[in-house]
T-cell receptor, first 112, second 111 residues
């Protein structure tokens, strides 16, 4: 059984640019969610996808968007990057009827 | 909305002692709670969970206690080991299984 894998592991972008982060769900999981974790803080919920549709969103602006593909993998896109977007971005997956999530190791995004 | 907080940012314990990490939550409608362990450079790792219809659940060396009256939960780690050193987060899940995390407690184990 494979876990949740994320790519890339590290990324440096310039303010104003756009970024795409990728996530492969754990085998058998059909729900994926994304979290932003600033340094020294707990993860904050960005949004959740189920059956390729967004079914929940946290307090993040529209420039944070996502996709879920038929194989349940997912992307997080962030447009017009700001310095405060620098954080660890975590992807997590879960299966039908299961509570809680399995997390990936994250993508460390630095905006300069 | 839900907010989740932890009582101490850092906890230092002697190897072999028991550790207790506390957490408070605000939304009485939260029905599922999870404790995660996060080591440096890694994502949160599931430790133990508990549903709101329970007040105690035990795992291997870990116990979670839930007090719904005061909206408080705790994580107890027995015979703490150096490998337990990490940041511990509690999280509360809403009906849509979306998690609200607390700020984390860093557990430091002294040899």
């Amino acid at each position: 059984e494979t876990g949740v894998t994320q790519s890339p592991t590290h990324l440096i972008k310039t303010r104003g640019q756009q970024v795409t982060l990728r996530c492969s769900s754990q085998s058998g999981h059909n729900t994926v969610s994304w979290y932003q974790q600033a340094l020294g803080q707990g993860p904050q919920f960005i949004f959740q996808y189920y059956r390729e549709e967004e079914n929940g969103r946290g307090n993040f602006p529209p420039r944070f968007s996502g996709l879920q593909f038929p194989n349940y993998s997912s992307e997080l896109n962030v447009n017009a990057l700001e310095l405060d977007d620098s954080a660890l971005y975590l992807c997590a997956s879960s299966g039908t009827g299961l509570y809680g999530y399995t997390f990936g190791s994250g993508t460390r995004l630095t905006v300069v | 909305g839900e907010s989740v907080g932890l009582h101490l940012p850092t906890l230092s314990v002697q190897e072999g002692d028991n550790s207790i990490i506390n957490c408070a939550y605000s939304n009485s409608a939260s029905d599922y709670f999870i404790w995660y362990k996060q080591e440096s450079g890694k994502g949160p790792q599931f430790i133990i969970d508990i549903r709101s219809n329970m007040d105690k659940r035990q795992g291997q060396r870990v116990t979670v206690l839930l007090n719904k009256t005061v909206k408080h939960l705790s994580l107890q780690i027995a015979a703490t080991q150096p490998g337990d050193s990490a940041v511990y987060f509690c999280a509360a899940a809403n009906a849509g299984n979306m998690l609200t995390f607390g700020g984390g407690t860093r557990l430091m184990v002294k040899p």
